[in-house]
């Protein structure tokens, strides 16, 4: 087995949603800064998110960068 299996880098965030304004935006940099607290060898954050707009707008809008759009999903990252 390789390292990248056995030593995994990247935690995804998946269907990140709330209504509250500001809340999805909390999620994440919450969420992110746990896991770089409990899990140091973490160091990307990326999203497997919904080939929607308002999707991408988040993401963008929040600092996220964009990978790649698949067939059935889209792909950001936080540099965080």
Not at 32 to 54: D, G, Q, V, W, Y
């Amino acid at each position: 087995m390789n390292d990248f299996w056995e030593n995994p880098n990247t935690a995804m965030f998946y269907t990140v949603w709330s209504y509250d304004k500001g809340a999805g935006r909390e999620i994440i940099f919450e969420v992110a800064n746990k896991i770089k607290n409990e899990k140091p060898h973490i160091h990307r954050f990326c999203t497997l998110s919904p080939l929607t707009e308002m999707a991408e707008k988040f993401h963008l809008r929040n600092g996220a960068s964009f990978l790649r759009k698949g067939e059935y999903c889209q792909n950001f990252e936080y540099g965080i």
